[in-house]
């Protein structure tokens, strides 16, 4: 890979395995040092691990994006261990199906407490960082073909990640006067271990709705992350790039 990246230090959230994970191992391909926090600290220190055995610079950080306050703590860790960081990758999420009318006050307040409400709260302690420090910086927020397009019996995983769309043009708006880009990136359908207790039918019937005909791997998400971080990228914001092999025409 390119050094794109190189001498950039990014914190990518639920980096321990799937999208995130896909991301942390392309930037840090890039040349990036990649902070990597998950709430399971098991799993995003031997994630890391085998980053840093692939000659990467990585380091786990435990992290329940859904409290604020432990937000701003792992943030500060991350400053205290690196002197900087110039990227945050907002991509923890959970996702639950259930129709409307079976919805629960405590899976409402848990999804949206993570994909939404932990999304804002990262990136506010982020852009008050970066326009305190006067260097600007990069925020990209991980988003979803349902940011645009409806899914039955996924309303409060459809309605969290429309909710990312408009916090990212929002956040552009304000963080744009102070050098600070805010993108979101909109993945389709992504091979992520989740599939792998599925029947493999239906990843076949998942693929046959997207006009290339085959869903995308993390290291996809994490090449269009790099881009909107990198140099290229420099004038793009407040954009949200679909990443689903043409799934959001659907």
Request: proline share 3%; aromatic share 6%; glycine share 12%.
């Amino acid at each position: 890979m390119t050094d794109i990246l190189d001498g950039r230090v990014v914190v990518v959230t639920g980096a321990g395995q799937g999208v995130g994970l896909g991301i942390a191992q392309v930037l840090a391909g890039h040349g990036a040092t990649v902070a990597m926090t998950d709430i399971d600290l098991k799993r995003v220190e031997e994630s890391a691990a085998k980053l840093r055995a692939e000659g990467a610079q990585a380091q786990a950080f435990a992290h329940d994006v859904s409290d604020p306050g432990n937000t701003r703590a792992v943030l500060t860790s991350i400053l205290e261990s690196f002197g900087r960081y110039d990227a945050l990758v907002n991509n923890a999420g959970v996702a639950t199906q259930c129709g409307f009318e079976n919805v629960s006050e405590e899976d409402w307040d848990r999804i949206t407490g993570i994909n939404l409400r932990g999304a804002f709260f990262a990136a506010q302690a982020a852009g008050v960082y970066f326009k305190q420090r006067g260097e600007g910086g990069r925020i990209v927020n991980i988003g979803s073909f349902v940011s645009r397009k409806a899914v039955e019996e996924y309303i409060i995983y459809n309605v969290s990640k429309a909710g990312i769309v408009m916090m990212t043009e929002t956040l552009a708006l304000e963080l744009g006067p102070h050098n600070v880009n805010v993108n979101s990136v909109c993945p389709g359908i992504v091979r992520t271990p989740i599939w792998d207790t599925l029947d493999p039918e239906q990843w076949t019937r998942q693929e046959q709705q997207v006009p290339l005909r085959r869903g995308q791997r993390p290291e996809d998400i994490g090449e269009a992350v790099a881009f909107l971080l990198s140099a290229a990228g420099s004038n793009i914001t407040g954009a949200s790039l679909p990443v689903t092999g043409g799934l959001a025409m659907w």
